[in-house]
Nanobody, 124 residues
Framework: EVQLQASGGGLVQAGGSLRLSCAAS????????IGWFRQVPGKAREGVSC????????YYQDSVKGRFTISIDSAKNTVYLQMNSLKPEDTAVYYC?????????????????WGQGTQVTVSS
């Protein structure tokens, strides 16, 4: 059974850091790309970052470049999103998802498997 388990969210002050984890089971990360998305109530889901398990290539939304870093631990079949210099506008529910073939990394409709969300709240 394919599962993605997201964790690591919490409440942090502006300027602080959090590390989100996405533990995968039932499939090998080296055959998929793993994306992180976030959503605020009333707004569309948006792509934050993505890493290809095939090539190792990474992608970021412009607003998080230089602050967030995505990485893979193949031994643990886990993807991490290190979030530094957090801002109140980063507050959202964060989801990880897996896609084998897609048009663009930020197109959430292409992703096949989704983890449950983890809440990130950044206070000012």
């Amino acid at each position: 059974e394919v599962q993605l388990q997201a964790s690591g969210g919490g409440l942090v002050q502006a300027g602080g850091s959090l590390r989100l984890s996405c533990a995968a089971s039932g499939f090998a990360l080296n055959e998929y790309a793993i994306g992180w998305f976030r959503q605020v109530p009333g707004k569309a889901r948006e792509g934050v970052s993505c890493i290809s398990g095939v090539t190792g290539g990474t992608y970021y939304q412009d607003s998080v470049k230089g602050r967030f870093t995505i990485s893979i631990d193949s031994a643990k079949n886990t993807v991490y999103l290190q979030m530094n210099s957090l801002k109140p506008e980063d507050t959202a529910v964060y989801y990880c998802a897996a896609v084998r073939y897609g048009s663009s990394w930020y197109v959430w409709e292409d992703y096949e498997y989704w983890g449950q969300g983890t809440q990130v709240t950044v206070s000012s």
